[in-house]
T-cell receptor, first 110, second 111 residues
Framework: ETGVTQTPRHLVMGMTNKKSLKCEQH?????MYWYKQSAKKPLELMFV???????ENNSVPSRFSPECPNSSHLFLHLHTLQPEDSALYLC?????????FGPGTRLTVL | GQQVMQIPQYQHVQEGEDFTTYCNSS?????IQWYKQRPGGHPVFLIQ?????EVKKQKRLTFQFGEAKKNSSLHITATQTTDVGTYFC???????????FGKGTRLSVIA
C-alpha cells in the first residue's frame, strides 16, 4: 500500500451516466494528480492540484471535471463519456520528488 | 513542450539475460525518475537521479544520468521473472512543472 487509495476500483458506465472517482491520500502531500492510462498513451497527465489549487489542465475535455476540496481528497466527476474514455484512471500525490500512485480505477464506458 | 522518448517499447528476454531501457529528453532536465509498473498494478517509484553523470545501483539495477542531463538508462543484470513489468522514466525540470513520463518499456522475461 502506498498511502493513496482510490474508489471504486472498477466502474462500468453508459455514455449518459454521471459518476465520480475518488482519491484519498494519507501521506500529508501537497500535490495531487489525475492520470489516464491506456494502450495508446501509457501515462497521460490530466490535472494537477497544488494546495487545493488547480495548476495544470492538460487540455482535458470538459466531460471530465476535477474537484479538490482539501489537500487529502481529489475527485474526478464524469459525465457523457465516450467509449474511447475507457482506461485506467490513476491518482497520485507528491510532496517534493517522487509520486505515489493509487491502485487506479478501471473504467469501461459502454 | 518538453518530450521524453523511451526505447525500446517492448523487450523480451530469456531469464538470466541483461536488459536495458533508454530515455531521452528534448530539453535539459533537473532530475529524472524511474518507475516500475507490474502487470495489473500501478507505477511504483524506483529512484531519482539529479547530478550530471550520476550512476546509482539497486541490487541488479543500474541507473545512469547522462552528462548533458538529457538522457538516462536503466540496466538490469541477469533478469529474473520478478523483473517483469513496464519501466517508465519521468523527466523533471526546475520549477513547478509536473513530471513528463516516457511511454515506458514493457519487459517480458521467459523462464
Amino acid at each position: 500500500e502506498t498511502g493513496v487509495t482510490q474508489t471504486p476500483r472498477h466502474l462500468v458506465m453508459g455514455m449518459t451516466n454521471k459518476k465520480s472517482l475518488k482519491c484519498e491520500q494519507h501521506l500529508g502531500h501537497n500535490a495531487m494528480y489525475w492520470y489516464k492510462q491506456s494502450a495508446k498513451k501509457p501515462l497521460e497527465l490530466m490535472f494537477v492540484y497544488n494546495f487545493k489549487e488547480q495548476t495544470e489542465n492538460n487540455s482535458v475535455p470538459s466531460r471530465f471535471s476535477p474537484e479538490c476540496p482539501n489537500s487529502s481528497h481529489l475527485f474526478l466527476h464524469l459525465h457523457t463519456l465516450q467509449p474511447e474514455d475507457s482506461a485506467l484512471y490513476l491518482c497520485a500525490s507528491s510532496q517534493a520528488t517522487e509520486q505515489f500512485f493509487g491502485p487506479g480505477t478501471r473504467l469501461t464506458v459502454l | 513542450g518538453q518530450q521524453v522518448m523511451q526505447i525500446p517499447q517492448y523487450q523480451h528476454v530469456q531469464e538470466g539475460e541483461d536488459f536495458t531501457t533508454y530515455c531521452n529528453s528534448s530539453t535539459t532536465l533537473s532530475n529524472i525518475q524511474w518507475y516500475k509498473q507490474r502487470p495489473g498494478g500501478h507505477p511504483v517509484f524506483l529512484i531519482q537521479l539529479v547530478k550530471s553523470g550520476e550512476v546509482k545501483k539497486q541490487k541488479r539495477l543500474t541507473f545512469q544520468f547522462g552528462e548533458a542531463k538529457k538522457n538516462s538508462s536503466l540496466h538490469i543484470t541477469a533478469t529474473q521473472t520478478t523483473d517483469v513489468g513496464t519501466y517508465f522514466c519521468a523527466g523533471g525540470d526546475s520549477g513547478n512543472t509536473p513530471l513528463v513520463f516516457g511511454k515506458g518499456t514493457r519487459l517480458s522475461v521467459i523462464a
